[in-house]
């Protein structure tokens, strides 16, 4: 086994076995387990979507549930108000409302509707991005089965990005 350090890449590419030219990245499928994934300072995700020119992001629950009696969506109007100020062109949010903490019995319905947002029959240049496997954490546990199926069945590359988890330092 070989360590290969980790090196940004500008633009990512998916290079065919066979030698041929590389295909530059179309557009990206990524998958976020709560909204902060993509709004917290330094967003590895919002990194990583500069570099396609169209992304759908699906945001499998919410930090906070809408309130049922409310017609408005106030939730959803501010998600997309706080990732317009991110300034990610091409960045379209999609909001499965599944709810927190996210339940085991949530793949199908993840799934489900990555499936739709990656298409029938995918171009060239498609991408998945999902977070980075967190054994500890069973919701990203959900949602790497998922994204694991979604590039299997699909034959698109899976891209990992990293949470950085809001830390409490205690004693300084």
């Known amino acids: 086994m070989v360590a290969v350090p980790e090196m940004p890449v500008s633009e990512p590419v998916a290079g065919a076995a066979t030698g041929e030219a590389a295909v530059p990245a179309s557009r990206a499928v990524a998958v976020a387990v709560s909204p902060m994934e993509l709004l917290r300072p330094e967003s590895d995700l919002a990194r990583l979507i500069i570099g396609f020119p169209q992304v759908e992001l699906l945001v499998a629950a919410d930090d906070s549930r809408p ?6 969506d106030q939730v959803g109007e501010e998600l997309r108000a706080s990732a317009a100020r991110l300034d990610l062109p091409g960045l379209a949010l999609h909001r499965l ?38 054994p500890a954490d069973p919701a990203r546990t959900v949602v790497d089965r998922a994204v694991q199926r979604i590039a299997r069945v699909y034959g698109i590359p899976l891209l990992r990005y990293r949470c950085l988890e809001l830390a409490v330092v205690t004693g300084v």
């Open 67 to 72: 309130d049922p009696e409310d017609d408005h």
């Open 97 to 134: 409302g599944l709810p927190t903490p996210l339940p085991a019995t949530a793949e199908g319905d993840l799934v489900a509707a990555l499936s739709e947002l990656v298409g029938f029959d995918p171009e060239p240049g498609v991408y998945c991005l999902a977070p980075v496997l967190a």
